[in-house]
């Protein structure tokens, strides 16, 4: 067990829709990163905060969203979605902001019908 | 981040140690070695990692050569449950910008078998 939590474990949704995934980072962890995981992708970086605030991104389409509360959890918003977003979403954290060791939550899986 | 490169895949009997290569002939003096390992659609879980000298934990081995152009990832005496994909990534620590993230390749499968 990371210690890194993620709800849902499964989200079945339709085209069109929206949806959040939340992350519970590793207690005493300020850093939350996402990461994308689809059969043709493999892992992908999609953005990361650091205490409430972004501090990097990657290849994340426009009509993703995140961002980090106070509490340091974090929720990935995902709208208009596509047959092309199915795929597993991993969130990390790691203690600093340059994520030497990231720690990785079970994953939330979402498939788009 | 360097490159890196790895078998896609491997076999090893049960019991005995898994030797797992990766070379990173581009790795910069500041880079360190990570292994991660990505049990079926599990989360990936940290294993180990190396600046230069070799590591050693409660999971694993990690030898990393004189050069440093590539390491070994060692499990000593592998099970079933150690079936999985294996990174090797190589970073370096205390960058900024994009660098915070993983880069995951494509790993190397790693296949216990009874």
């Known amino acids: 067990d990371s210690g890194v939590t993620q709800t849902p474990k499964h989200l079945i949704t339709a085209t069109g829709q929206r949806v959040t995934l939340r992350c519970s980072p590793r207690?005493?962890?300020?850093?939350v990163y996402w990461y994308q995981q689809s059969l043709d992708q493999g892992l992908q970086f999609l953005i990361q905060?650091?205490?409430?605030?972004?501090?990097a991104k990657g290849n994340i389409l426009e009509r993703f969203s995140a961002q980090q509360f106070p509490d340091l959890h974090s929720e990935l918003n995902l709208s208009s979605l596509e047959l092309g977003d199915s795929a597993l979403y991993f969130c990390?954290?790691?203690?600093?902001?340059?994520?030497?060791?990231?720690?990785f939550g079970p994953g939330t899986r979402l498939t788009v019908l | 981040d360097a490159k890196t490169t790895q078998p896609p895949s491997m076999d090893c009997a049960e019991g005995r140690a898994a030797n797992l290569p990766c070379n990173h002939s581009?790795?910069?003096?500041?880079?360190?070695v990570y292994w991660y390992r990505q049990i079926h659609s599990q989360g990936p879980q940290y294993i180990i990692h190396?600046?230069?000298n070799n590591e050693t934990n409660e999971m694993a081995s990690l030898i990393i050569t004189e050069d440093r152009k590539s390491s070994t990832l060692i499990l000593p005496h592998a099970t079933l449950r150690d079936t999985a994909v294996y990174y090797c990534?190589?970073?370096?620590?205390?960058?900024?910008?994009?660098?915070?993230?993983?880069?995951f390749g494509k790993g190397t499968l790693l296949t216990v078998n009874p």
């Open positions: 990390a954290s790691s203690a600093s902001l340059h994520g030497d060791t990231q720690y």
């Open positions: 207690s005493g962890d300020l850093s």
């Open positions: 905060y650091y205490n409430g605030e972004e501090r």
């Open positions: 581009t790795i910069s003096g500041n880079e360190y």
């Open positions: 190396g600046l230069k």
């Open positions: 990534i190589v970073r370096a620590p205390n960058s900024g910008g994009s660098n915070y993230k993983l880069t």
